[in-house]
């Protein structure tokens, strides 16, 4: 399967015999066609469809359809990934699964109506960053990872640690990454997940608690939708709407109310207790959380720091409070916090405030959602260890938190609590965030990094730590393929 992006163009076009569809990325602007006069008129039928469109899962896309040459005045979008339609234009969409997908588009005239085919391809997550390590996906669909090596989260059949990228054996269909302290898994075109790396706590997956340094599919699973992974535990989000769980369950994070922490950890999935309509998830250190079916957020785990969004200290499931809404949850490297991307563009975060994760200084625990101030126009938001991240309408990368190693890029070490503006990006297409390190992928398949020490090669260059890599370096620190 040849994945989406020859030059990840954020916007492509799709032409129709008289419908033009544009479909925009998370960094481009919708374009200004002409819209019509509103009365009656005619809709030429049956537009054929000419061209294809691309996403990234987890972010805010706009879409916008015109008539040429008519006076259309109703517009209604059939996602065809089994979300609610939406009607007028120009509208917002977030794909939160991996998968090929027929989006039909209706314009309608007075009496009149036309409908148009456009396939949709989505991948999620085409980067990961962890603790010291990093994957990304090529365009042929094959992995390719760097840094730490360890535990053979490199995938290529060693445990030598890599300044440059590897190629993981036998992966030729990812559609999204995820990775873990130590391990990584790849969600693949068939549904299924293969993981590699440490296995000390089951989290691979396949029935054993031995490491593998190549990729081993996962027990039993199969209809995987999205995958994601923290420390020594993995989930995926099944196509039904409900998720599975493995690895350790020291804090109830496999979500099977059936299991106590005392059992132990579980080397093949197990299902969440009461999970039947997530739209996505994401996984934090002790905890994971699902964006359910009208916008509310659930977590399961451990409440310490008020990880699950609740005052109930002792929950070990809660519904995030003074969440509504929400359409994404952060791609997550982080430990006691967690983020949500809102319809509005905004974004609310819950949990621990330690190096001013939050964006609203260390103020304690935060119990439930919590604005980000002065962030707008956010499409896409990623959480680390001790800084976050989120990309914006315009292509470009506010950071905020801990700062000590470089990790917001704003061309200083000084952290804040503020959002703070990345240098030097201005064509980011989606973005990962590291324990102290941020990966982006950019127009032209060019990925840059910055932060961390950089002792494992992490973000790209062979100057080993410690290194501080205070904004991105195009030079020594970015990755280039087509």
């Known amino acids: 399967m040849r994945m989406f992006w020859q030059k990840f163009d954020p916007c492509l076009w799709v032409v129709c015999a008289s419908v033009w569809l544009a479909a925009c990325g998370s960094n481009s602007e919708v374009a200004n066609l002409p819209s019509g006069n509103p009365g009656t008129g005619t809709v030429t039928p049956t537009p054929t469809v000419v061209g294809s469109t691309s996403a990234i899962a987890g972010q805010l896309y706009t879409y916008q359809a015109s008539v040429s040459g008519s006076t259309a005045t109703a517009w209604s979008w059939n996602w065809g990934d089994g979300t609610a339609a939406a009607t007028g234009s120009p509208v917002q969409k977030v794909w939160n699964r991996a998968g090929n997908f027929t989006t039909t588009i209706t314009v309608s005239a007075g009496n009149t109506s036309s409908s148009a085919n456009v396939a949709v391809k989505t991948v999620m997550e085409p980067v990961t960053s962890s603790t010291n390590h990093n994957c990304a996906i090529l365009p042929d669909a094959t992995v390719q990872c760097w840094g730490s090596n360890s535990a053979g989260q490199l995938g290529n059949n060693s445990t030598v640690t890599s300044v440059v990228l590897v190629t993981v054996n036998g992966l030729t269909d990812a559609v999204g990454l995820t990775s873990g302290q130590n391990h990584t898994c790849a969600l693949r075109a068939n549904g299924t997940v293969s993981c590699w790396g440490s296995n000390r706590a089951g989290q691979l997956g396949d029935g054993s608690f031995t490491d593998s340094l190549v990729p081993v599919p996962v027990q039993g699973l199969t209809n995987a939708v999205a995958v994601t992974a923290n420390q020594q535990h993995t989930c995926a989000l099944i196509n039904n709407g409900s998720v599975k769980c493995w690895g350790s369950n020291n804090n109830n994070q496999l979500g099977d109310t059936t299991r106590s922490p005392d059992q132990g950890s579980s080397s093949s999935p197990v299902t969440v207790t009461g999970v039947i309509d997530a739209k996505a998830i994401s996984a934090g250190d002790a905890h994971v959380c699902a964006l359910l079916d009208g916008g509310s957020v659930r977590c399961w785990g451990t409440n310490s720091n008020g990880r699950l969004g609740t005052t109930t200290l002792s929950a070990i499931t809660s519904t995030v409070s003074d969440l509504t809404n929400a359409v994404a949850l952060s791609s997550v490297s982080g430990q006691g916090q967690m983020c949500a991307l809102l319809a509005d563009a905004t974004v609310k975060c819950w949990g621990l405030s330690w190096e001013r994760l939050l964006g609203i200084g260390e103020v304690g625990d935060v119990y439930s959602a919590t604005a980000v101030p002065e962030l707008t126009n956010a499409v896409g938001v990623s959480v680390g260890r001790t800084h976050s991240c989120a990309l914006r309408l315009d292509a470009t990368v506010y950071c905020w938190g ?43 398949g060019r990925l840059s990094c910055w932060g961390g020490i950089n002792s494992f090669g992490e973000v790209g260059t062979d100057a080993k730590g410690p290194v501080t890599l205070a904004q991105p370096s195009f030079a020594d620190a970015a990755l280039f393929w087509r």
Request: proline residues 0%; hydrophobic residues 30%; charged residues 10%.
């Open 402 to 444: 801990n700062n000590a190693q470089g990790q917001l890029g704003d061309g200083s070490t000084n952290s804040s609590n503020a959002i703070v503006r990345v240098l030097n990006l201005s064509d980011v297409v989606t973005l990962n965030t590291g324990e102290n390190h941020t990966c982006a992928l950019r127009q032209g």
